[in-house]
């Protein structure tokens, strides 16, 4: 989730949290970014998705499964991310499922993410 700036460009119908070029990508938006695509793929309880990132070759960096499971709960809380309980091996567990706001953040992300690439690609070949 994005850190706050003093920037003035938010608008009006902004949805979801605000990005800002002013500010940087971290790999923290990245995981964001990969954790959005996946489920935007089909629903996850988070052991599932933590494994699909873990086994991901677009994604080189390891986390602890807290770390998937601490931002689940912020996306959920932006309405990025939405949960149901569903019966699992022991018990019940959340289903995570993006949101109509979620595929919009993230259609944002890869737009920003693309940008980035051609940054970096002119920066290789320079």
């Known amino acids: 989730m994005r850190r706050k700036c003093a920037c003035q460009h938010r608008g009006e119908g902004h949805h979801?949290?605000?990005?800002?070029e002013q500010i940087g990508f971290s790999v923290g938006d990245y995981l964001t970014a990969v954790i959005l695509?996946?489920?935007s793929k089909k629903p996850m309880h988070g052991y599932e998705l933590y494994d699909k990132i873990s086994q991901a070759?677009?994604?080189p960096f390891k986390h602890d499964?807290?770390?998937i499971y601490s931002l689940l709960r912020k996306l959920n809380a932006h309405g990025?991310?939405?949960y149901s309980l569903q019966e699992g091996n022991g018990g019940l567990r959340k289903v995570y499922e993006i949101t109509e706001e979620g595929l919009k953040y993230?259609?944002?992300l890869v737009e920003y993410i693309s940008r980035?690439?051609?940054a970096f690609?002119?920066?290789?070949n320079a």
């Open 16 to 20: 979801g949290p605000h990005i800002c």
């Open 37 to 39: 695509k996946e489920l």
């Open 57 to 59: 070759e677009y994604y």
């Open 65 to 67: 499964q807290s770390v």
């Open 80 to 82: 990025l991310v939405s």
């Open 106 to 108: 993230l259609e944002q």
């Open 116 to 118: 980035l690439k051609q």
């Open 121 to 124: 690609d002119l920066f290789l």
